[in-house]
Every structure is written in C-alpha cells, then in structure tokens.
C-alpha cells in the first residue's frame, strides 16, 4: 500500500534545489541565491581574515617593548626582514615597522602620524565591503520573504475570486503554503547573517583597539637622537601629546566608524 501523495512523489523525484523552488516559487530562487553569496563572502572573509587581519604577535610585543626601553637602538627593519610568510602577511608589523622607521628618520612626527593613520584605515578597508554584504543579506531576506508571503496570498486570493468564493481547501492550500515558506525561509537565512555580522563587527572593533594602542605606545616614545624642532613651543608639544590618543579617529571614514568603532 502506497501512502505517499502524487505531489510529494513528484517532489521526490527532483532534487533539494528543486523542492525548495517548487515550495517557494520564484522569491525562493532570489532567496538560494543570495543564501549562497552570502556563504561565499563570509567563507572569503574568514579566509582572507586568517591571513591578512592585523595581528598584534608575540614578535610585535617584543619590538614594541624594545622601542619603549631604547628607541635610538631598536631596528624595526630587522624584524620584518626575518619575519615569515604570515609576519609578512600582517598589516599590522608594517604599519609599526614602517612607523618607527619614519619616527626615527625624520622630525616631522605630524606627517608620520598622519601616514599612520591612514594606514591604518587602508588595514581595515578590505573588510568593510564583505561585512556590508552580509549586513545587506541579513536586511534583504525577511523583505524578500514577506514578498513571498504577499504573492502567495495573492494566488490564494485569486483561486477564491476565480470561482465566485467557492474555493475549496486544496485549492486555497497552495498559495497559503508558498506564504508560509517563503516567510520561514527568509527568516532563517536572516538571523545567522545578522548573528554574523554583528560577530565581524565586534571582531572590527577589537582590532581596530589594538591598532591604535599600538600606535599610541609607539607615538608615545620618541628616539632620542630625534632632533627636535626649534619652533614647536612647549605648549603645541604638550596639545600633541594630550591628543595622541585621538589622533586616529575615523571620521573621514563613516563607515569604518561604524564598523571598526
């Protein structure tokens, strides 16, 4: 005895991929494929996260207290020679090696500042367009699923107009189910999205602390072979010094703020 329907054995017939559509109807393609661009960007971001995020390592730590013990003695250019496949993948042992060789090559601490700074932006710019992605899919996919909603109620409504409101159950079961799946698969595509970008944005946000912790306690000490400035008066030193730790603000970039505080 056969209990399986003629639909559902029609819908055995096919694959996954198939189902899903022939539940949803065509929101639900928009919805696989967006689904799986935003898989491809976070697998892209983890991978490109694990080679290239700044990393503030064990050999960072040791030529930053090196710099803060002599900075007249440190060689930062050392530390990048001997570093490895990924000490030289790390935006962040640039960014302080060619930091302190500026600092100890030129009076000019203003101008070394200002390269620090956007530097340090430029570190964190590859992650802001894949961090958007997912923040758009997590938005796009409720919508995308009450338009779902919205059209299979329509079809519902339009097999009831089309016989004079004597519809029976199976003929008002079919858009009512495509409502109710496209609705449930948008929101299951939104919340791990939105979970992961809340995730990468608080990573964004620790990182972008450790950059500037770093470039603080490097801005903080100045070798002392530097020789200074005759027309900088006490009173600018002291402004620049107060200030070292607001100087790498991200206003000029709204949306490196927002994603990397």
Known sequence: MD??????AALAQHGPLAQ??????PVMIVLIAIAVIGLVTFVYLMLFGALYAPRYTRKLKHLIQQWQSSPADTRPEKVREQAGF????NPLMHLMVNTMSACKGTANTTAVRETA???AQHALEPFEAPLKIIEVIAALAPLLGLLGTVM????????????DGRANASQLSGGIYEALTTTAAGLVIAIPFAALAAWVE????????????TLVSV??????????????????AAEQ???????YDTADNPRFAHAAG
Not at 20 to 25: F, R, S
Not at 152 to 163: L, V
């Open 3 to 8: 209990s399986i329907s003629p639909a559902s």
């Open 20 to 25: 899903l559509i022939d539940m949803g109807g």
């Open 86 to 89: 990924l000490g030289r993948c």
């Open 117 to 119: 700074v956007r530097d």
């Open 152 to 163: 299979g109620m329509m079809e519902a409504f339009s097999a009831m107009a089309a016989t």
């Open 202 to 213: 608080f990573r964004l946000r620790r990182i972008h602390k450790v950059i500037n912790s």
């Open 219 to 236: 801005f903080n000490v100045l070798p002392a072979t530097e020789p200074q400035p005759v027309t900088e008066q006490p009173t600018v």
């Open 241 to 247: 010094a107060a200030q070292a730790s607001h100087s």
